[in-house]
Nanobody, 127 residues
Framework: QVQLVDSGGGLVRAGGSLRLSCAAS????????MSWFRQAPGKEREFVAA????????YYADSVKGRFTISRDNAKSTVYLQMNSLKPEDTAVYYC????????????????????WGQGTQVTVSS
């Protein structure tokens, strides 16, 4: 059974930084692209960042480009999201997700293309 466990969220002031982690188990982590999504209260879940199965290609939402960095350590079956220059509008529950198909070429930004999800970790940015 595949499990994704998100961690690293918290309360931070605007301009601060946080590093989220997502530890995976249950299938060959290194074969699948991984992404981070977020969901703010009253809003739909939105794409944040993706990284391909090798870790050589990344893709970001315009709203976080230049501030967030996604990375992965396949030996540790973990994906990370380094978040810098945080803004109040970054406040949300953050979820990691594992893509449905292995060894994909193109990075995906739609939630329906991911079949396993973490439980979420709350990020709150105060002004």
């Amino acid at each position: 059974q595949v499990q994704l466990v998100d961690s690293g969220g918290g309360l931070v002031r605007a301009g601060g930084s946080l590093r989220l982690s997502c530890a995976a188990s249950g299938r060959t982590f290194g074969n699948y692209a991984m992404s981070w999504f977020r969901q703010a209260p009253g809003k739909e879940r939105e794409f944040v960042a993706a990284i391909n199965w090798r870790g050589r290609s990344t893709y970001y939402a315009d709203s976080v480009k230049g501030r967030f960095t996604i990375s992965r350590d396949n030996a540790k079956s973990t994906v990370y999201l380094q978040m810098n220059s945080l803004k109040p509008e970054d406040t949300a529950v953050y979820y990691c997700a594992s893509e449905k198909s292995p060894f994909t070429v193109e990075l995906r930004r739609h939630a329906y293309e991911y079949d396993y999800w973490g439980q979420g970790t709350q990020v709150t940015v105060s002004s």
